[in-house]
């Protein structure tokens, strides 16, 4: 390796070889185990594509049923978790609440037997099962309510709207949401999926590889952009406003929400889908004030920017999507986490099956043969961009 093989965000280097799944950025296809994403959404359920993501192929009738039956018996969440919960500050974002109790579930079950089928099996029922509830009793508890256990006789989707809004969603909502979650499973070596990764090759337990991987996809730039989208939308508030904003962000080189990515080159297909989703909920359950702004915003940033490559990404149409569903804006990257948790789950998995511990290397552009300087000569020495450089002192907040 020399200076030149350094490539900002490691853009185009691959990290692993993953049968996982696969995504060509320029006709805009994303398959999952080979099967295109649009397919899986069509006809299977989020339940069924997180097998096949993480067992590596479709189960049959008696290995879905038992899967879900697994998982319907492991929703409920230990008292302590709920307890530990109820001291998270209400004003905490939702993403930090999910990270501290995907790592909590580590002191709970904290046998580590990697090499033991049984506890695997266990860890990924445990997590499909328990993120969604974990995010429905924050939600419940910030506002001061005991949570809802979940209920066994509902479904994956409509168990977690449930929880959330207290009430039996409506099937199409209930069948819209488990799409979603469909097409938010998995996605290559996004960030976070990378986090999981290097987090599994040190053979650490599966909760804390899932609490990195949240952790990282909080980031305005990965998963928390679907949440600054809808704050983008409601900013702009107007048709008219649409064309103003994005000549003022281009103007001002600031990357506008929901658009652009690393891999697709053309309109993400997951943004088609969510979109038509959307489409079908406004049908139904009435129109959304910014759907129009957001029609009018990928026209305008597809003639200003599609040069480029820069087109809407799966979070530009999922929080209208959310919005209808009853999802608060706080919430839509924890639900991307509950989808996500299938894909980190699987590359876990893969990390195990061929582990080797990730120790990437670094080009070192510092200084060398420096000596320590003494406190008395350090004002002296250090001009006075260095002094401002330095940490200021910082006025204490309770
Ligand atoms: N708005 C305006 N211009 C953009 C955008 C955007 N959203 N995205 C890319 N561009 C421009 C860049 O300015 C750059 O132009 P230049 O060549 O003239 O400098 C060119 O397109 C290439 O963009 P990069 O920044 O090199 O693309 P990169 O692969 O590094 O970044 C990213 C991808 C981070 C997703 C970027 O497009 C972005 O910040 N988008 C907005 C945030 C967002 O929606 N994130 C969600 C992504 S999907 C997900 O993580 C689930």
Not at 134 to 163: E, H, I, S, T, W
Not at 257 to 286: S, W
Not at 332 to 338: L, Q
Request: charged share 25%.
């Amino acid at each position: 390796m020399t200076a030149c093989d350094y490539r900002p965000g490691l853009e185009g280097v691959p990290a692993t070889e993953s049968s996982i799944s696969h995504v060509d950025g320029q006709l805009g296809i994303l398959e999952y185990r080979g099967i295109r994403v649009e397919e899986l959404a069509q006809r299977s359920s989020f339940i069924e594509t997180a097998y096949l993501l993480i067992w590596g192929r479709l189960p049959v009738e008696w290995e879905l049923e038992q899967f879900n039956h697994e998982i319907r018996h492991h929703r409920r969440l230990k008292y302590r978790i709920r307890d530990m919960m109820k001291c998270f500050p209400e004003g905490g974002h939702p993403m930090d609440a999910l990270q501290a109790c995907a790592a909590a579930l580590g002191l709970f079950y904290s046998k580590r037997a990697l090499d033991d089928p049984i506890y695997i099996q266990k860890a990924v029922i445990r997590l499909l099962a328990k993120i969604p509830t974990m995010v429905a009793a924050f939600q419940l508890m910030r506002k001061g309510n005991d949570p809802v256990q979940p209920r066994d006789d509902l479904d994956y989707a409509a168990n977690f709207l449930y929880m959330l809004n207290e009430q039996e969603p409506d099937p199409l909502a209930a069948r819209i949401f488990d799409i979603c979650l469909t097409l938010h499973a998995e996605h290559t070596i996004n960030a976070s999926t990378f986090s999981a990764m290097v987090t599994a090759s040190t053979l650490t337990d599966p909760y804390a590889v899932v609490a990195s991987a949240v952790g990282t996809l909080a980031g305005p730039l990965h998963g928390g952009a679907n949440e600054e989208v809808v704050d983008m939308l409601e900013a702009i508030g107007s048709v008219e406003n649409v064309r103003p904003y994005i000549d003022a962000r281009i103007a001002n080189k600031e990357k506008i929400m929901g658009f652009g990515h690393r891999v697709y080159k053309v309109k993400d297909p997951r943004a088609t889908i969510l979109q038509k989703l959307a489409e079908q909920l406004f049908e139904k359950f009435g129109d959304d004030q910014y759907y129009q702004v957001a029609l009018e915003m990928e026209h305008v940033v597809t003639e200003r920017l599609g040069a480029k490559g820069v087109y809407p990404n799966v979070d530009f149409y999922s929080g209208l999507v959310y919005r209808k569903l009853g999802i608060p804006t706080d919430l839509f990257t924890p639900v991307f986490a509950i989808a996500r948790v299938a894909g980190w789950l699987a590359h876990w998995k893969e990390q195990l099956a061929k582990n080797r511990i990730f120790r990437p290397t670094q080009n070192y552009i510092g200084l060398h043969d420096q000596s320590y300087v003494p406190m008395a000569e350090r004002l002296a020495l250090w001009d006075s961009q260095t002094l401002g450089t330095a940490p200021q002192p910082v006025e204490e907040t309770v």
